[in-house]
Each structure stands twice: as structure tokens, then as C-alpha cells.
């Protein structure tokens, strides 16, 4: 995510930040508790893989100028420098934002930690937890993949895996040439699927996870008002990616996932080429 | 590579391919007929991979500014727009050149085959072959990966696998940050390895290769007028990556090569993160 109007919002959740920490509670102390022990060490969350290729799986949109942005204005301009016919040889230069596309935000988005190119490379690769919330985003747009979502996971298809990256998989990918993939209301209020704060806190609590993946423009879902999983998973030294595409071709476990996130010095995030491996 | 100065070069190097298709010698006969079937399917270049993933190495030297170009110039500059303490949250735009850092020249860059969006996922991975030619690269910066070099490499390691991506190793990665990366002399000629053509045009004839890596600035080396290498891989619609890094961190052969391309639509080439899996 972000750009325009997004700033007012986060003020907003700035503001909220300041309120919990104030009231001291038990639930801020062990929030500091994590952020103080930041995932850096590839050790901590690689183990090795076991794998047989047969397929790979793009998950990564085509990005084209006009593709859906989270701030609603165009953040891709592609000029035409050079020509075969004319020059030679075809070539082009690139203006863009960060959070364009199939993208990463990485620590450094919303927090001091890791710019993305920082991620060490073993914390890009790591097994693919697919969980399918594809009903209820049918029903409710607003819809978040919830702590029972993942325990619901578990129970049918074991723990989820060391070292692994967990994607939500609300099937509004589809959607990604249409005007229903922000879903803006008449309040200018997006509409459309994220993780609940419940499921980032039930993971960075009990789970060893790299990374999480949505198929919708934002880690939070469209209505978020505090960004509060932005504001609890990126702190913690892990990265997001927006924007997947193609989770519905994947199983909802057995595929390793590789995310090639940008390698600019200082980045928050950027286009991240991202592929299951299956 | 590309850019600045570039352009007479090429100039020439198509008046040389005009000489040859009026010679229509059976060289040239036998190079448009290999034109003629072009590699687009994935079903062609890609088998099942057996692996065990102990490391990811990453083949991807970071993006600064300042990376060395082909033609000399800057060709990223990024520009923060919001900051964390300013604006709740960090977001950069780069305006870039897509043949910058470690990069992709997808077909299309120099032939009017595929652009680096339309490759095939399957065709950005496969079993990495690394060829070490440092130590005539050490006596002379104009050294060429040669047909020889792969014949002596199978000697050693065997057949070249099917759907391979074959590295060059020069040792050229490790004056990334100094003048020697591009090595330009009194005459403005820039020395450093590359592939010859006999070595590309052997593997087009006899192996099934998905991609080609350089160490270096350009698939050609330094001191090309005629882009050789160029106008022969890249118009079989195959990709070649350039300014990879750390392959002195693999071995001969084993590592799996996942090619994360832009995927930018219409994209020449640009920023790829590579890795290898070992």
C-alpha cells in the first residue's frame, strides 16, 4: 500500500499507537517484548528444503501503468528511449513508486528496521501456506483471514511449516482489471480483503513465518483506518507482499515460495518478481 | 548493457549483419533457420528438478546510484517522497534504466522476440552451470568464454543438463565498486570478459539453455564493435543477465537458478533478483 490520503489515516493510527503505549497495558509490554527480538539471523528461520519441481508458478501480476494502485493514482510511467528499427536495440526507462504492483513492503515501510534490500535471502524462500478465505470474502468484502482461519488451516492440514511464508488467498486477484479490485464506496472507503491483527499477533507469537502474502492492495484490509497489521508485522523485521497473483493454481500446502524483492539500497519495498515452486 | 555511444557501435554491427545475409553463406542460412523456431514454450526447456535447498545464494549485487553502467552515465536515481517520522510511514519512487544493476536484456532488447514479462516462468529457472574462466581473465580483461571452455567444462562435469542457465565467472563481480569494473581505456574502450559468439552458437546448436549470465557489464565483452553475442542469444528469444553477482559462491554444478525478471509489460529487460538454490 500507500500514498494520498493515506497520511491523514495514519496520523490517525499514530495517534492510537501513542493511546496503547500510554495506558501501558500488558498487551503493549509484550508487543515491545517481541519488536525488541527482530528476526535479522537467516539461521533463525531457514531450515533446508526438500523439493521436486515440476512447475513453477508466476505469482506475480503483468504491470502495466494502468494497474490498480492503493492510492488510486497512477504510480508507473514507462518511456520509450531507444528502438530496434530506429537505434538499434529496444530499451526503456522506468519512473515508479515502490508500491506498485505485485510488491514488497518491507520492515523499513512502517518501522526503522530492514530496508528490502537488507532481507537476508534465505527470509525470501521458504514453504507456502495458501489459506483459502475465498467464501467469506464472497460475502463480505471487508473480510480479514483471521487467528480461527489458521488454526482452522492447521487442523486440517498440520502445522504450519518453520520458516514459512503465509499467504491469503481471498480470490480477489480476479478482480485485478476492474474497478472492484479497490471497491471504493461512495465515502471514498475501499473495500476488499486483509489479515486481522489477531492472525499477525497469533503468528509472531506462535508461529515462525518470513513473510505474508495477500492477493488484495493491502496487508490490512480496505476499510483499516489504524493500518494496525502494517503496523505490527513490519516492525517486527518481516516483509508483505501485495498484489499475488495465481494463489488459486496453488495447493494449500507443498509449494515453496521464492519472492525476488528489490535489491535498492534504501528501499521500502518495490516490484518483487514471486514464484511458487511446485 | 545499453546506452550512450552505444549507438555506432550497433550501427555497425548491423551493417556487418547485412553484409552476411547478402553473403547468404550456409552460416547465415543455418542462423535464421535456428531464428525460425524461437523458444517460447515452456513445455521445450523445462523438466522436473529434484533439490535440496541447504543455502540461497544471492546473485544480486544491491542497486546504489552509483552502480557502474555500460555507458558511464547514472541511470537510477531515487527520490524519498514520505518519511516515517514526517509522514507515519517511508515510500521512495526511482526513475531507472531497465539495463541497470543486475539486470535481465530480455529478447526483445535486441530482436523483436519476447519482452521480459512474456518469458515463461518456467524458462527463470533452472540448473546452474558456472564456468570459471578467472585465470585468463586475470591475464587478459578481454578474455572470452569460448567453445572451448564449455567442451572442457562437460569433460570435467559432464553434460551441460538439459534447461540449463550457463554463468560466466570471470571474477569480475569483485571490482563492482572500482574503476576496473568497466576497465575503459585512453580510447574510451572498456575491457572486460564476456562470451563469444562460437561459445553461444555451439550451446544454440547442441545444448538446450534456457538463459546466459555475465559477471560483467555485457553478454559481448568490453571491447565488442558488433554485439555479436547479442544479436545472435537474444534473437533466439532467450535472456541473459548481467552484473550477476557471487558466483564465486557456487559450485561448478548442483545450484538450481531462479531468475526473478521484471515483469514490467513491454520491458526490455531490467532489475532482476536472482538467487541460486544450493
Known amino acids: 500500500m500507500c500514498v494520498p490520503k493515506c497520511q491523514e489515516k495514519l496520523a490517525q493510527a499514530l495517534d492510537r499507537r501513542s493511546f496503547l503505549k500510554a495506558a501501558g497495558g500488558a498487551a503493549a509490554v509484550a508487543s515491545t517484548a517481541f519488536l525488541a527480538t527482530p528476526v535479522n539471523a537467516k539461521e533463525e528461520l531457514f531450515r533446508p528444503l526438500e523439493l521436486r519441481v515440476r512447475q513453477v508458478i508466476d505469482l506475480t501480476h503483468p504491470l502495466t501503468p494502468d494497474f490498480p494502485t492503493f492510492g488510486g493514482q497512477q504510480q508507473l510511467t514507462v518511456k520509450n528511449v531507444f528502438t530496434l528499427k530506429k537505434d538499434g536495440y529496444n530499451l526503456n526507462e522506468w519512473q515508479i513508486n ?26 525470501l524462500v521458504g514453504p507456502l501456506v495458501v489459506v483459502d478465505i475465498r467464501d467469506k470474502a464472497a ?21 504450519i511449516p518453520f520458516g514459512a511464508i503465509v499467504a491469503m488467498y481471498s480470490g480477489w486477484d480476479e478482480f485485478v482489471k476492474t474497478p472492484k479490485f479497490r471497491n471504493v464506496d461512495e465515502k471514498n472507503v475501499m473495500h476488499f480483503p486483509g489479515f ?9 507469537a506462535n508461529r515462525q513465518v518470513k513473510g505474508i502474502m495477500v492477493d488484495t492492495l493491502s496487508l490490512d484490509h480496505g476499510p483499516s483506518q489504524d493500518f494496525a497489521v502494517h503496523f505490527k508485522w513490519l516492525p517486527s523485521n518481516r516483509w508483505g507482499i501485495e498484489c499475488t497473483a495465481n494463489l488459486g493454481k496453488l495447493p494449500p500446502r507443498g509449494a515453496v515460495a521464492v519472492v525476488g524483492g528489490p535489491k ?3 528501499a521500502t519495498g518495490g516490484p518483487s518478481r514471486c514464484f511458487a515452486l511446485l
Chains 1, 2 share one sequence.
Request: hydrophobic share 35%; charged share 35%.
Open 98 to 123: 515502490e508500491h506498485t504492483g505485485t510488491h514488497m513492503d518491507a520492515p523499513f515501510h512502517f518501522s526503522d528496521k530492514d530496508t528490502a534490500d537488507l532481507i537476508p535471502p534465505e527470509n
Open 139 to 159: 460475502k463480505d468484502p471487508d473480510a480479514l483471514l483471521t487467528e480461527a482461519d489458521l488454526r482452522r488451516w492447521e487442523r486440517r492440514y498440520g502445522r
Open 196 to 204: 486481522s491483527l489477531d492472525a499477525v499477533e497469533w503468528l509472531l
Open 264 to 266: 535498492v539500497a534504501g
